[in-house]
């Protein structure tokens, strides 16, 4: 493990934190009451917020099993989230006993439990990096060290960028990272929307903002560029859920309204 010593970080349970919040989600026990009360909350605005999680979690391992099956052996993971199997190595190195892939979150507790996503096959590697998604230099000086940046490497930010908005620099913070990716790299996202439920989404917002929080949901076409200047695999920037479905993985939900959620993979040219 790569970044700061788990011995000098104290976990903050005075406010909730999205990793903790998805874990509570998806019925993890490595949450705090402030996260669960504030889950709670946002399952008052849209019912389906487990829904929403495991959707996401499954358009994770049909995109993984996507790449690996394409060729990609590397993966760098930012916005990792506490580890809940099977994670995103376990995925590639089914497929390619020899993926290296590197995590990063920012999360106290998510380190704590990185243990979990170091358990890689002998013929591959696994690593772990403790940093904030907004220090790109970090994250790419210490995934370095893992991964070979003269040859394709996937980045995935799996309901990451909801979290930044624009004037926090969340393009450009996409654009540096695709950046130092060679050709034959593919860029990863998935991301919240409002546009099903509007008025549900500012109400998430609100909730987020009195936290001293960030939720920014964005439009199909507003996610879709943050893929200018890449070459998106079909289907294009689609709902998670109908991204690639025959991989697998598919997540039945309730009722007949779309889980509010975009995904898409894109390549570098």
């Known amino acids: 493990m790569t970044g700061k010593d788990p011995q000098s970080i104290e976990i903050d349970t005075s406010k909730p934190h999205p990793a903790r919040m998805y874990d509570w989600f998806l019925g993890g026990k490595d949450n705090y009451p402030v996260d669960e009360q504030m889950a709670r909350q946002l399952l008052s605005v849209d019912a389906r917020g487990r829904d929403m999680a495991r959707v996401n979690r499954a358009f994770m391992h049909r995109a993984t099993r996507w790449l690996a099956e394409n ?8 916005g990792t989230g506490i580890p809940t199997e099977p994670n995103l190595h376990q995925i590639a190195q089914r497929a390619a006993p020899d993926a290296r892939i590197v995590y ?22 696994t690593e772990y990096i403790q940093a904030d998604a907004r220090e790109p230099g970090t994250i790419l000086a210490e995934a370095g060290k893992v991964l070979d940046f003269g040859r394709p490497v996937a980045l995935s930010m799996l309901a990451l960028l909801h979290f930044l908005d624009d004037e926090d620099g969340a393009r450009e913070l996409v654009d540096r990272l695709v950046d130092q990716l060679p050709s034959g790299s593919y860029l990863v996202l998935s991301h919240t929307t409002g546009d099903f439920n509007p008025e549900g989404a500012a109400q998430a917002r609100a909730m987020y ?42 997540i039945d939900v309730p009722g007949d309204e779309p889980i509010p959620g975009y995904a ?4 570098k040219p």
């Not at 060729?71 to 930012?78: A, E, K, M, N, S």
């Not at 990185?114 to 013929?123: E, G």
């Not at 893929?227 to 993985?249: I, K, M, Q, Y």
């Open 71 to 78: 060729g990609v052996r590397q993966f760098l993971d930012i």
């Open 104 to 125: 990063c979150d920012n999360d106290p507790i998510v380190l704590a439990h990185a243990a979990a996503l170091l358990r890689s096959t002998p013929q591959g590697a």
């Open 209 to 250: 903002k009195a936290r001293g929080m960030t939720l920014r949901p964005r439009t199909r076409a507003e996610l879709t560029a943050f893929f200018d200047g890449l070459d998106l695999v079909e289907p294009g920037v689609s709902l998670s859920a109908d991204w690639h479905p025959e991989l697998g993985e598919v």
């Open 264 to 267: 898409g993979v894109a390549r």
